[in-house]
């Protein structure tokens, strides 16, 4: 897997302006066993690089962009990030090898209980996981260092802007839902300005609820 994720970043890097995704992400992925993400059923293909279906309509992202919008984040390890979208749990795994707290919220309440057994099976203490609409963020602990949105969003929502700290990365899929999205990476700098940058043409499942 970790071979077919190097090819695919040598293959796209005209797009993403990266030859090669630094060692301590692909580190992290080297250390999450995927295979506990996806349902039993997909046990065998676990380890390739595609996405897989975990019920309620939804997937496990494929693991080239899992590693890309990680490696977009730029985390150090003393950071707090945000997901929204947790899913299987499996990205937020991967975050929490690399920062000091992960924050995740995922809509479908079946997926948030999953993820959380999960959590708690293999041991992760630094992520905290709730049931609910990601789109006001989570202020109680807000600001973040790094916020990763892993469904597929219309615009850039307005509460998530507010909870990224100044020097801050947020990358989210933003665009029509159903078609193609653009991996979008928005940065905030310490003065607050906000810089946007399209990565590369995606395609996630739908963001639920957006705006209400
Ligand atoms: N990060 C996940 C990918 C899951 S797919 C993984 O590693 O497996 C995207 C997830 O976003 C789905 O589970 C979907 O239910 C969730 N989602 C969609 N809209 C949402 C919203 N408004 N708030 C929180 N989660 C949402």
């Known amino acids: 897997m970790l071979d077919a994720i190097e090819h695919e970043v ?84 991967i975050l929490a090898l690399l920062c000091r707290k992960v924050y995740t919220i995922e809509y479908v309440t079946e997926l948030a209980d999953m993820a959380k057994a999960h959590f708690e099976e293999l041991g992760y203490r630094n992520i905290e996981s709730m049931a609910g609409n990601g789109y006001d963020g989570w202020p109680e602990y807000a600001p ?6 892993t469904a597929a969003a219309t615009h850039i929502p307005e509460a998530l802007i507010e909870q990224l700290k100044p ?27 906000l810089k946007i940058t399209s990565i590369l043409d995606v395609a996630f499942v739908p963001f639920q609820a957006e705006g209400r």
Do not use: C, W
């Open 144 to 149: 973040f260092d790094g916020i990763i949105v």
């Open 10 to 93: 040598k293959f796209t890097q005209q797009m993403t302006g990266r030859s090669a995704l630094d060692p301590r992400v692909m580190l992290a992925i080297a250390r999450t066993p995927r295979d506990k993400f996806v349902p039993e059923s997909f046990i065998d293909s676990a380890f390739n690089n595609a996405p897989l279906p975990i019920g309620h309509g939804q997937t496990i992202s494929q693991p080239y962009i899992v590693a890309l919008m990680t490696d977009l984040l730029e985390l150090k390890k003393d950071n707090t990030v945000l997901e929204i979208g947790t899913g299987s749990g499996y990205q937020a795994a």
């Open 167 to 193: 020097g801050g990365r947020m990358v989210i899929p933003v665009g029509q839902q159903n078609r193609y999205q653009e991996l979008t990476l928005l940065e905030k700098d310490e003065d607050g300005q």
